[in-house]
T-cell receptor, first 114, second 114 residues
Framework: AQSVTQLGSHVSVSEGALVLLRCNYS??????LFWYVQYPNQGLQLLLK??????LVKGINGFEAEFKKSETSFHLTKPSAHMSDAAEYFC????????????FGTGTSLTVIP | NAGVTQTPKFQVLKTGQSMTLQCAQD?????MSWYRQDPGMGLRLIHY???????DQGEVPNGYNVSRSTTEDFPLRLLSAAPSQTSVYFC?????????????FGSGTRLTVV
């Protein structure tokens, strides 16, 4: 069975500082990996996805994530935090063969301090 | 270009009442699903469907029913509402198969059961 672990339910960074949100996955087959962002009182929006092409994936709003098979990780980064980045972030993994089932992490709430 | 549409956005129910949360998508997605989101627990899958006439249970199906009579619609029914069903509900859809395209989410229904 697949699973996702997001380390740190709350992360605070200063405006302009590096954002690093951690995600580790467990999968017996090559996975698809996703990061979603949820702004207050809104649905989830896809930030970026890894689907076995380039290991460094660039997404919207300046975010990127690197797939590291040896570490079973897919951490999300952004070089310089902006106030508008404050949101909940979810990592998710799906099965390579069917893509039917998604497994979400419990989420990381990002606070940006001015 | 509506995407995934959920209605209502907010609902208050009394214990024991029944109601239906509506979900419609206009992207011709085969796969549709319902999640509930609770603080600290991420998203948990309630029910899903891989096509019209086909539904299956997810992680937390008790107290909910679904049906899929058309490709576009996937309503979620609460048979007898309980306070434990107070949550935010999200409908999501996607194509089937090895596309790794990610799920498309609606904006959510915030349900309170008193």
């Amino acid at each position: 069975a697949q699973s996702v672990t997001q380390l740190g339910s709350h992360v605070s960074v200063s405006e302009g500082a590096l954002v690093l949100l951690r995600c580790n996955y467990s999968s017996s087959v090559p996975p698809y990996l996703f990061w979603y962002v949820q702004y207050p009182n809104q649905g989830l929006q896809l930030l970026l996805k890894y689907t076995s092409a380039a290991t460094l994936v660039k997404g919207i709003n300046g975010f990127e994530a690197e797939f590291k098979k040896s570490e079973t990780s897919f951490h999300l980064t952004k070089p310089s935090a902006h106030m508008s980045d404050a949101a909940e972030y979810f990592c998710a993994v799906s099965d390579l063969f069917t893509g039917n089932q998604f497994y979400f992490g419990t989420g990381t709430s990002l606070t940006v301090i001015p | 270009n509506a995407g995934v549409t959920q209605t209502p956005k907010f609902q208050v129910l009394k214990t024991g009442q029944s109601m239906t949360l509506q979900c419609a998508q206009d992207m011709n997605h085969e796969y549709m699903s319902w999640y509930r989101q609770d603080p600290g627990m991420g998203l948990r899958l309630i029910h899903y469907s891989v096509g019209a006439g086909i539904t299956d249970q997810g992680e937390v199906p008790n107290g909910y029913n679904v049906s899929r009579s058309t490709t576009e619609d996937f309503p979620l029914r609460l048979l007898s509402a309980a306070p434990s069903q107070t949550s935010v509900y999200f409908c999501a859809s996607s194509y089937m198969g090895r596309t790794g395209g990610g799920r498309h989410f609606g904006s959510g229904t915030r349900l309170t059961v008193v």
